[in-house]
């Protein structure tokens, strides 16, 4: 069983997709610790707007309660 190789020709093209790939993974690595500062920041925003909700929730119950 023979393989067929590749032609020579398209080695440039592979050689340039591989160099931006790693130009490209450079700049997400670089940016990691700005998009971990954002997330823990959005995470933090949900568990206080999740607290106001269940302390909404618990405020109404009490209103019910008292008439």
């Known amino acids: 069983m ?7 020709e398209n ?4 050689a ?15 940016r ?3 998009v971990t500062k954002v997330v823990e920041a959005l995470r ?5 707007n999740h607290f106001a909700e269940q302390m909404e929730a618990i405020i109404v119950r009490r209103r019910g309660q008292l008439r």
């Open 16 to 30: 340039k997709a591989l160099r931006d790939a790693e130009r490209n993974k450079r700049k997400v690595e670089m």
């Open 32 to 34: 990691g610790k700005e």
């Open 44 to 48: 933090e925003l949900r568990e206080r």
């Open 11 to 14: 080695d440039g093209e592979s």
């Open 2 to 8: 023979r393989f067929r190789w590749r032609s020579k």
